[in-house]
Structure formats: structure tokens, C-alpha cells
């Protein structure tokens, strides 16, 4: 069981400046945008304004942190293999207590596990080898390239070599999954393998390759697209061959986010056709409603039901590729007439209800609006460290969380 250490932070400010690329680059006023979590009557809350933007405070004291873990840590009294998350908005490899930190969940014979870090914080090399022995045992590391001219000028690494050097040695003493957001023209091609070399060579157990966004329909809902004037995306169905290419020139597993896991067939195993035997144990349909989702899920939710065969619910895509990205802004571009009496969202899309109810009753038809799960898949980030096994067992009960919802929204149009 993992407890979260959040030591807080705001990005661009406590990681030692924002990379080049990053998603949280030119934001200024934060908006709210409604959410799930918002009371009925009010839009805006913490998750919908600040949340989203990753800017509720200052890195803590480890103080506060440790008080939040061990009352975690009451909650799970039992719980066998406990290991702490140390996560945080900013680059957890500068927050100034990092050390001091893991060596008091040490104390308590907690192992740690780094979440997120670019290492932009490291200085000095060994600072990966005293963390080693304060207990970390796992550690995510957004290397981008591993030359060193190259993070310089996209990480904005003011050490570099060091950062470069703290990883090798995490690679080989602990479990390393390094990340890269790939930049079309900048760390792909030769260079992306080049990276790849490198960490293979030093002992790294995974790595996880991260399309880069660059518009608001690929998820800049922040007003600060674009992050990088005169550079596209790479598209999806060729990022997605670009996973599989480097997971198969490589021993180390290669997964990528928003879409493709080599290994497991995610996202939406259960939708490939040597996988449809599983679709027996998803709930029978007996409602009827249209469910909103996006551009890049919607195949797959479509070819799921369509194996179900479920002639009363349809799926429409809004141009937005990241479903729990979806803002009332992406409603406002949709036909209407494509849309059922019930209507199903995502669950963790940042729009209110009373925004959902009126924009999808806009043409006179008064639609009843519900939410399903808060996903329907596993995403890269996550499944690249599962197995096939365990994916296909966390869609089937997110999609009859998904059937609960059309049953019950569905059924009482019927």
C-alpha cells in the first residue's frame, strides 16, 4: 500500500524555473471551471481553479508532511508493505527537505518512492546515493535527453551532468522509469534512442514516453496555448507506433501516455478483438442514453459497445482529446441532435452540472445529465507497471461502473 507525502510546491516557482515545454508554462489568472466536486448550486472549487493549475501552496515543512502520512498511516493500520509517495507541484528534487525527509520515513521503516522529478534540483550527484540509504527504492525520472546540452536548453537544468549522473546511480540501485515528453524535431529519432541507450545501459527498469500538447484541444484548457509557437504535435496514431517501435528495440518496458501500452494493449484492452471473450462480464444494458467522451477514447468505447451490442447508447466525441479535460467550452460545440434524453460525462471533466444541464438542454429538449466513472482505462503512467491481467480487471469494473450509470440515468427516461 502507497501513503501520499505531498510536500507541496507551485510549479515554475519550486523547480527551479518551468522547462521549456512544460504544460503549466504561461498560465496567469486561474478560472474556475466547475467539476464534480463543486457544490450544487456554486461553480468553483479548489480542484476546479487552484487544483487544476497546481498552485494551493508553498513547499511544506516536513513536519506537516510527516504529521499528513502518519495520520494516513492510522487510516491503514493492517496494511501490510506500507511505502511513501513523496509527490508534490513543484520538482520534488528541490524541495530543501527532501533528505531529511525520507530519513525520518526511513526511521519508521517506510521506503519512499519519488514521484515525478526532472532531478533539477540535484547539484551534486551524491545526493542520489544519500537517498538510496535514507530508503527510496523507486524513483520517476523525467530525464527528456540525455545529453546534457539538450537539458540545459529544454529542462532548464542548471546542473545538468549532475542530474544526468544522479540518475545513473538511481538506475542502478533502485527501480527507475524515466519519462520524456517528446518534442517532435528536438528529442525523438536518434536522439530519443540515443536516451534509450543510456538508461538500459545504466539499469533502468521502464520507460514512459509523453506526447507533447500544444492546444487546448489537446489539453491546454489553462489559456496558455501555445506553449511552443511553430511546433505540432505529433499525431496521435503516430505516437502510438512510435511506443511500439522503441518497446520492441528495447529490454526495458516502453509505454506511452495519452494512448499505448505494448504490453498490456491499453488503453481499452477489453475493446481488442483477442480480449472480447472478457466483455461477458461486463452488466447487461438496460437503459438508454448517449455517452460524451473524447476524441481519442470514442473509438474504443464505440467498438466495445458495438460488441455488446448495445443499439441504445451512442457515443459522441467532442474534439478534446483528454476526456477528464473536457470543459463546458467542448459541450458548446456539439449537435445536439446527436444526443439522447440521458446523457452520461466524465466523471472528472471540469464542467459544473448546472453548466452540463444547460448546454445539453439548449435546443428545448430537457436532458438528464449524469456522470460515469472517473476513467474508463489505465492510462501509460500507470499500467507500466502492471500487467495485462491486471488491466483488463480494472476496465471491466470501470465500464460496469459505466453500465450502472446508463442503466440508472437511461432507465428512468425508458
Known amino acids: 500500500m502507497q501513503v501520499v507525502a505531498d510536500v507541496g510546491g507551485i510549479p515554475g516557482r519550486d523547480c527551479n524555473g518551468f522547462c521549456k515545454y512544460c504544460y503549466f508554462r504561461k498560465v496567469k489568472e486561474i478560472k474556475s471551471f466547475g467539476c464534480a466536486h463543486c457544490l450544487p448550486n456554486k461553480i468553483g472549487c479548489e480542484r476546479c481553479s487552484k487544483g487544476v493549475s497546481e498552485t494551493q501552496g508553498d513547499f511544506k515543512s516536513p513536519f506537516e508532511v510527516m504529521s499528513e502520512v502518519q495520520n494516513a498511516l492510522m487510516m491503514s493500520m493492517g496494511r501490510s508493505e506500507i511505502?511513501?509517495?513523496?509527490?508534490?507541484?513543484?520538482?520534488?528534487?528541490?524541495?530543501?527537505?527532501?533528505?531529511?525527509?525520507?530519513?525520518?520515513?526511513?526511521?519508521?521503516?517506510?521506503?519512499?518512492?519519488?514521484?515525478?522529478?526532472?532531478?533539477?534540483?540535484?547539484?551534486?550527484?551524491?545526493?542520489?546515493?544519500?537517498?538510496?540509504?535514507?530508503?527510496?527504492?523507486?524513483?520517476?525520472?523525467?530525464?527528456?535527453?540525455?545529453?546534457?546540452?539538450?537539458?540545459?536548453?529544454?529542462?532548464?537544468?542548471?546542473?545538468?551532468?549532475?542530474?544526468?549522473?544522479?540518475?545513473?546511480?538511481?538506475?542502478?540501485?533502485?527501480?527507475l522509469t524515466g519519462a520524456a515528453v517528446i518534442i517532435p524535431g528536438v528529442n525523438d529519432g536518434d536522439v530519443l534512442r540515443e536516451t534509450c541507450n543510456s538508461l538500459e545501459e545504466w539499469g533502468a527498469k521502464g520507460m514512459l514516453l509523453m506526447r507533447f500538447a500544444n492546444t487546448f484541444n489537446e489539453g491546454l484548457i489553462l489559456g496558455n496555448e501555445p506553449i511552443l509557437k511553430g511546433i505540432e504535435s505529433q499525431p496521435v496514431e503516430e505516437f502510438g507506433e512510435l511506443v511500439k517501435q522503441i518497446n520492441s528495440e528495447y529490454k526495458f518496458r516502453v509505454s506511452g501516455t495519452p494512448i499505448c501500452d505494448p504490453e498490456t494493449g491499453g488503453p481499452f484492452a477489453i475493446a481488442k478483438d483477442e480480449n472480447e471473450v472478457f466483455l461477458q462480464f461486463i452488466k447487461p444494458i438496460t437503459g438508454e442514453a448517449t455517452i460524451i467522451t473524447s476524441k481519442i477514447a470514442a473509438p474504443y468505447i464505440s467498438n466495445i459497445f458495438d460488441k455488446l451490442e448495445a443499439d441504445n447508447v451512442n457515443v459522441v466525441a467532442v474534439e478534446k482529446e483528454i476526456a477528464c479535460l473536457i470543459t463546458k467550452e467542448d459541450l458548446e460545440k456539439l449537435d445536439l441532435s446527436e444526443i439522447k434524453d440521458a446523457v452520461i460525462i466524465p466523471g472528472r471533466s471540469f464542467v459544473h452540472q448546472l453548466d452540463a444541464e444547460r448546454i445539453l438542454s439548449a435546443d428545448g429538449v430537457d436532458r438528464l445529465v449524469g456522470r460515469g466513472p472517473d476513467t474508463l482505462s489505465v492510462d501509460g503512467e500507470l499500467s507500466i507497471d502492471m500487467t495485462d491481467e491486471n488491466v483488463i480487471e480494472r476496465e471491466l469494473e470501470q465500464f460496469n461502473d459505466l453500465v450502472d450509470a446508463i442503466n440508472f440515468f437511461g432507465m428512468r427516461l425508458l
Open 83 to 175: 511505502s511513501a509517495y513523496i509527490s508534490g507541484g513543484g520538482d520534488i528534487s528541490c524541495y530543501p527537505h527532501l533528505e531529511s525527509l525520507t530519513a525520518s520515513l526511513n526511521q519508521f521503516s517506510i521506503p519512499s518512492i519519488l514521484g515525478y522529478t526532472c532531478g533539477k534540483g540535484i547539484n551534486d550527484s551524491e545526493m542520489a546515493t544519500r537517498l538510496i540509504n535514507n530508503g527510496v527504492k523507486e524513483v520517476s525520472f523525467t530525464i527528456f535527453s540525455s545529453d546534457p546540452k539538450l537539458r540545459k536548453e529544454w529542462v532548464k537544468d542548471p546542473n545538468p551532468i549532475e542530474a544526468l549522473k544522479a540518475c545513473k546511480i538511481f538506475c542502478e540501485n533502485v527501480d
